[in-house]
């Protein structure tokens, strides 16, 4: 004899022993109906047409390419809420993890607040540094990222909020970790989702590029097709390779500027850089021909012949390059620059030093030079 059948054409028995029970809370998973969604066009993005919030950015070049100090610049103008490339921004609270300067990061940030804030400004910067990074492989890392981040918040202004969270870098973010893994860059790119459900703040990965830098950012796709938008540094110009609901291609070129932040305990000059837009993008650089500038550039060449060390590769830092100190060429330059009180030699040396990086001659890195 045949089962009895309900209403549906399914056995009536079956129906009863598999009833869809209610969640008694709201369900594990966020669902929007269509019927009565709407858009909120008023809010704002973080850097109006390329970071919306909660959304997931990568930042890669070579080593030396300018992708930390560029990133640092972006996360400047979103801390402070000033128009970044004529884009408008939102001000938010930004933090940077530096996983790699780690506390030496700072001489950027303070050489930014010290030279390009007023002091009314410098004395409300919505912006913190985590000298230290986390493994973003290892939930328990991630989960005590996430209670930092939270202090942070509650220590901000009134009504602040984290509006950026960097990784600075993300090889150094996932120790142990295979960039050429899926599993290992899939749990990066989920902590990171993670940050960005929590505070609804768009997180950025400063990474590198592979041996050969026209073939991307270095490791497993996965990141990429993460990403919402990713952006590549090379010869000093940053390019849109992917934007949600944007147009590629955009380029936007920058140089470094080298400034003195200070003196050390021998009374040398310590150094950092400054990040300015350049008006010629696309275009070469001119080539350094002043009188002043060939001097130093004849001195370096000699210097890093004769004494220059090999330098281990960071994101500053080409791996391999022969630098020499500042201090060591500022000494040879007193032979050439005879009868000039020495702080007049000092800002020649500067000056010099700045025209040609600019014109991508030397590289210039905290206490070290070198010739690109």
Request: aromatic share 8%.
């Amino acid at each position: 004899m045949s089962a009895a059948l309900d209403d549906d054409g399914f056995p009536a028995e079956a129906t009863k022993v598999r009833p869809i029970k209610p969640f008694a809370a709201d369900p594990p998973f966020p669902v929007e109906w269509v019927a009565s969604s709407t858009l909120d066009f008023g809010a704002r993005p973080i850097v109006k047409g390329l970071i919306e919030p909660g959304a997931f950015v990568v930042i890669y070049g070579p080593s030396g390419s300018g992708k930390s100090f560029f990133t640092a610049d972006l996360a400047e103008h979103v801390a402070m809420g000033t128009d970044w490339r004529g884009r408008k921004v939102k001000r938010g609270f930004v933090v940077y993890v530096a996983s790699e300067a780690g506390g030496s990061i700072m001489r950027r940030f303070l050489a930014w607040r010290d030279n390009r804030l007023s002091e009314e400004a410098a004395d409300n910067i919505p912006l913190a540094v985590i000298t230290r990074g986390p493994n973003l492989l290892a939930s328990v890392d991630v989960q005590k990222l996430i209670e930092t981040l939270g202090w942070i918040e509650a220590q901000a202004e009134e009504g602040e909020k984290i509006t950026m969270v960097v990784f600075d870098t993300l090889s150094r973010s996932m120790h142990g970790g295979d960039e050429n893994k899926a599993e290992d860059m899939t749990m990066a790119v989920s902590a990171a989702d993670q940050i960005r459900e929590r505070f609804n703040a768009a997180t950025v990965f400063v990474h590198h590029s592979g041996k050969d830098p026209t073939k991307g950012a270095r490791g497993h796709s996965a990141l990429f097709a993460a990403a919402d938008l990713v952006m590549s540094i090379d010869n000093h110009t940053a390019t849109v390779e992917k934007v949600r609901d944007g147009v590629t291609g955009e380029r936007f070129a920058f140089k470094l500027e080298p400034v003195q932040i200070g003196t050390d305990a021998d009374g040398d000059p310590v150094m950092t850089c400054l990040l300015n837009a350049a008006a010629d993008q696309g275009k070469e650089p001119c080539q350094a021909i002043g009188k002043n500038q060939r001097i130093v550039l004849e001195q370096l060449r000699s210097l890093v012949a004769d004494s220059g060390i090999t330098l281990p590769g960071t994101s500053a830092i080409p791996a391999g390059v022969k630098a020499v100190r500042f201090d060591y060429l500022l000494s040879r330059c007193r032979l050439k620059f005879t009868g000039l009180p020495d702080w007049r030699i000092r800002d020649r040396l500067g000056s010099s030093l700045a025209s040609l990086q600019a014109a991508r001659t030397v590289g210039v890195h905290d206490t070290y030079i070198w010739l690109v």
